[in-house]
Every structure is written in structure tokens, then in C-alpha cells.
């Protein structure tokens, strides 16, 4: 049982570069989001999605945009890339919102450095 | 504008010992409150929680403890253990809200 899998592990763009980041989740989890990860701020939510082909923005959405075209796969794509998200990037799952069904469970992360 | 804030970044504690890991949070609408265990190159993996209805749940060596009017939670992990060394991420949701925020981390280390 995989859980949430995300591809690529790593990668390395140079400014104004675009590329896609691959979740995907076997858990047939409805509600699916990626977050960021920077030092010293915590996690920080980017995107969000309450089912197939639906897409919300998050905390800090700027820069980026995602699609959800099947259930299980949510893609995190930045157009062109800044040296400001240069991060760690998660992506996560969960049943539904209201108490225990809201529990996250995470990826292994995608760190992004962009030169 | 951090909701939530881990005033700790590190914790450093003897094998044996209680560790106590401190969440302040700032909006009076979060209603539901999660610890989260991080180790190096994996993604967090959920710990506890605690509904705002209750001010203690336990799980084994973990308890949380919530303070409603103060607007404070807190990890107690009793005994620690070396395997408890990662970082711990308090998040929090308001009721029925895709808005889960998280704070800073904190990172222990028990030393044996």
C-alpha cells in the first residue's frame, strides 16, 4: 500500500523555467492538496482540491497552478519558475474535512531548488 | 500572519525523561488541533489530536493538552525514547475547513 507517492524526489530548474510536480494517492481519498515547506515557516498550503475536477487556492497560491483530472493524481505546476520557490513541496491527502476525517497523510516531499 | 507558532525550534531531552513540545495559537475559530512527526526525507505522519471539546486525549506514551482561554496546546511524550528524535509540527483547522495551518516545528532530540 503506497499512500501518497510524488514524483519527481528532486529537481533543479533554472529561472523561468516551468515544470510539474506528480502526486498520487491510492487511498481513494476525496479532498488532496500540496503544501510548502520553508525554514522557519512551517507548512504553508498552495493548492487545494475537494474532489475530481475541482481546484481551490490556498494560503499562497501565487505562481503556481494545479489540475485534478482523475481522483487519485493531483499535478502542482509552476510556469515559470522563481528563485522563490526554492522549497520543499508536499503533497497530501485526506478523507473529508470535520475532525478525525480531516488527518492528513502526507507524501515524502519534491525539493525544488531554482537558480 | 503565522496562526499558529512553535516558539521552540529545538528541544533536547535525556532518554527516560518527559519531553513537553508547546503550540500558541492566535484564531479563536480553529476548532480541531493535530501533532504531526517528521523524520529527515519523509513527509509528517499524523501523531494526535484533540477536538476543542476536550482538553486531554492520550495515546500510548503521547497526550495532548488543550487550554482553551489560553490559547495553548501541548505534547507530552513520557517516557522518551531515542526513535522519538524528528521534528513535531502542531496544525490546526477550524471545524469542517480545508484551512489546516501549522506552525514552525519543533525538533527533538533524546539523547541516550
Known amino acids: 500500500n503506497a499512500g501518497v507517492t510524488q514524483t519527481p524526489k528532486f529537481r533543479v530548474l533554472k529561472t523561468g523555467q516551468s515544470m510539474t510536480l506528480l502526486c498520487a494517492q491510492d487511498m481513494n481519498h476525496e479532498y488532496m492538496y500540496w503544501y510548502r515547506q520553508d525554514p522557519g515557516m512551517g507548512l504553508r498550503l498552495i493548492h487545494y482540491s475537494v474532489g475530481e475536477g475541482t481546484t481551490a487556492k490556498g494560503e499562497v497560491p501565487d505562481g503556481y497552478n494545479v489540475s485534478r483530472l482523475k481522483k487519485q493524481n493531483f499535478l502542482l505546476g509552476l510556469e515559470s519558475a522563481a528563485p522563490s520557490q526554492t522549497s520543499v513541496y508536499f503533497c497530501?491527502?485526506?478523507?473529508?474535512?470535520?475532525?478525525?476525517?480531516?488527518?492528513?497523510?502526507f507524501g515524502a516531499g519534491s525539493r525544488l531548488t531554482v537558480l | 500572519d503565522q496562526q499558529v507558532k512553535q516558539n521552540s525550534p529545538s528541544l533536547s531531552v535525556q532518554e527516560g525523561r518527559i519531553s513537553i513540545l508547546n503550540c500558541d495559537y492566535t484564531?479563536?475559530?480553529?476548532?480541531?488541533f493535530l501533532w504531526y512527526k517528521k523524520y529527515p526525507a519523509e513527509g509528517p505522519t499524523f501523531l494526535i489530536s484533540?477536538?476543542?471539546?476536550?482538553d486531554k486525549n492520550e495515546d500510548g506514551r503521547f497526550t495532548v493538552f488543550l487550554n482553551k482561554s489560553a490559547k495553548h496546546l501541548s505534547l507530552h511524550i513520557v517516557p522518551s525514547q531515542p526513535g522519538d528524535s524528528a521534528v513535531y509540527f502542531c496544525?490546526?483547522?477550524?471545524?469542517?475547513?480545508?484551512?489546516?495551518?501549522f506552525g514552525a516545528g519543533t525538533r527533538l532530540t533524546v539523547k541516550p
Open positions: 484564531n479563536s475559530m480553529f476548532d480541531y
Open positions: 497530501a491527502s485526506s478523507w473529508g474535512l470535520a475532525g478525525e476525517l480531516n488527518v492528513l497523510t
Open positions: 496544525a490546526a483547522t477550524p471545524y469542517n475547513n480545508n484551512d489546516m495551518r
Open positions: 484533540i477536538s476543542s471539546i476536550k
